[in-house]
Nanobody, 128 residues
Framework: QVQLVESGGGLVQAGGSLRLSCAVS????????MGWFRQAPGKEREFVAA????????YYVDSVKGRFTISRDNAKSTVYLQMNSLKPEDTAVYYC?????????????????????WGQGTQVTVSS
């Protein structure tokens, strides 16, 4: 049984930082790409960032480039999302996603088709 357990969400002031973690079990973590998505109230879920199986390639939505960094530790079966310079518009539930492929290229376009498993979500709230 594959499980994705997220942690690290919370309330932070604009300009602050948070680090999300997602621990994966029940799957060969190092063989697959990983991603982060988010969903704000009343909006559709959107792609945030993705990382290839080796960590060698990363992809970001334009709105977070230069502020967010995705990384992974295959020895710990964990993927991270470091979020700096947070803005109120970053407020959302953030979901960890386990990919179906080694490559993360195209996860922003394929969205749900490219995700094999989802985490339960963690709330990030940025106050102005």
């Amino acid at each position: 049984q594959v499980q994705l357990v997220e942690s690290g969400g919370g309330l932070v002031q604009a300009g602050g930082s948070l680090r999300l973690s997602c621990a994966v079990s029940g799957r060969t973590f190092s063989s697959y790409a990983m991603g982060w998505f988010r969903q704000a109230p009343g909006k559709e879920r959107e792609f945030v960032a993705a990382i290839s199986w080796s960590g060698g390639s990363t992809y970001y939505v334009d709105s977070v480039k230069g502020r967010f960094t995705i990384s992974r530790d295959n020895a710990k079966s964990t993927v991270y999302l470091q979020m700096n310079s947070l803005k109120p518009e970053d407020t959302a539930v953030y979901y960890c996603a386990a990919g179906r492929r080694r490559s993360a290229q195209g996860m922003d376009v394929l969205m749900y088709k490219d995700v094999a498993y989802w985490g339960q979500g963690t709330q990030v709230t940025v106050s102005s």
